[in-house]
């Protein structure tokens, strides 16, 4: 558990007890997003007053598109940031969520831990995984729902949430500092004070790719506004003050986008695009702990599609680069990837002809003979 999970954990216990103090306090999470747009008007000021119009750069034309490049890309990265916060997280629809007496059911036949006070589906006898297997199956043809990740490739039970008293999808997780299962559960970012999940992920990817470009640009183009006061400011013995305090200002400016370029979001944008996105698709969540997927019993199954069916599962069929709602997929069901070389069972999901989304009614368990 991060440092982060146990202030969002306090800060939902005590809003529970105290409903407008609580408040105040979950307001007081935001900060740390206040913070990014403070430092992203003082990073505009220096670029715009001292460097394109401090008389460092005296073509008009180069003014024009160091700012038409800077303030697009600025343009960009907080469209991108008001999507990811107004998007809703996602949630688990509620069929998959159990009656009281499933759920009694399943608290008999699971492990408790009397220090954290919850429920385990592991550290269970073999009697009890077969129990429970029996259960959820039941529930889970009972409301039709079909499933491919399963919580251990032995017993093959399905995943439980004692928490929220449901079946998980495939890829969804419960976040313990929102409190609830996600869809497509990657990470709760601390620096938006949002769950990044299926609804808001290209978002994310967006906001953080499109403050990486803008980021490199302004270092790239400040860079030149240092190296012009190294030649021509100090020689100027009348001025020297103003430019001294010009110079530091544009240092200061250089210096702190430069830790910022590095991490985190050289760190997030090369991760998530190249490795979580394009080489793996995998989530933040599933690095740590590779999903299960039955009937595959060597680990050789995965979410990882190629690059280009992975991109088009996060970003949709067109509208790439805008941050626009153009996702087809569900959050629910997810098309299975298997290596080339492997031989064994293999589960199928098909698409709908007429709106090429995932549908339960579609899925089905195939074996490949070789």
């Known amino acids: 558990m991060s440092w982060s999970t146990n202030i969002y954990e306090f800060v939902r216990a005590y809003r529970q007890k105290n409903p407008t103090c609580g408040y105040i306090l979950y307001l007081c999470l935001n900060s740390i997003v206040l913070g990014q747009l403070i430092l992203l008007v003082y990073f505009c000021y220096v670029y715009t007053f001292e460097l394109c119009f401090g008389g460092v750069i005296r073509s008009n034309i180069r003014i024009a598109i ?63 995984a077969k129990q429970q297997r029996e259960i959820l199956n039941e529930f889970a043809e009972r409301r039709g729902l079909n499933f491919a990740e399963v919580f251990s490739s032995k017993d093959r039970q399905l995943r439980y949430c004692y928490s929220c008293k449901l079946i998980k999808p495939d890829r969804c997780y419960h976040c313990r500092s929102c409190g609830f299962c996600v869809l497509r559960y990657d990470h709760h970012c ?8 299926h609804g808001n992920y290209k978002f994310f990817l967006l906001y953080i790719g499109y403050a990486f470009l803008s980021t490199l640009w302004s270092v790239l183009t400040l860079l030149e506004g240092i190296s012009v006061y190294f030649v021509d400011g100090f020689h100027d013995s009348q001025n020297w003050t103003a430019h001294l305090s010009r110079f530091l200002l544009i240092l200061i400016c250089v210096l702190v986008q430069i830790v910022v370029l590095y991490y985190p979001l ?41 690059a280009w069916k992975n991109l088009h599962d996060i970003f949709g069929s067109r509208l790439w680069a805008f941050p626009l709602n153009t996702i087809t997929t569900d959050g629910l069901h997810w098309e299975i990837g298997y290596p080339e070389y492997y031989d064994g069972p293999r589960l199928v999901v098909l698409k709908s002809p007429k709106n090429q989304t995932y549908i339960e009614e579609c899925i089905k368990e195939i074996v490949i003979k070789r």
Request: some cysteine; glycine content about 2%.
């Open 66 to 128: 160091y700012l038409v490049v800077f303030y697009g890309l600025v343009f960009m990265s907080i469209w991108s940031l008001i999507q990811v916060l107004r998007t809703p997280v996602s949630r688990v629809p509620k069929q998959y969520y159990v009656d009281k007496e499933t759920d009694r059911r399943l608290k008999k036949v699971s492990s408790f831990d009397c220090i954290e006070n919850r429920y385990f589906q592991e550290c269970i006898s073999f009697v009890q």
């Open 190 to 197: 601390p620096m938006l004070n949002t769950c990044i999940s």
């Open 266 to 306: 050289a760190a997030l944008f090369f991760d998530h695009i190249l490795y979580s996105v394009i080489k793996d698709n995998e989530t933040t969540r599933e690095y740590k702990r590779r999903p299960i997927i039955h009937p595959d019993s060597k680990g050789e199954a995965s979410y990882n599609n190629g």
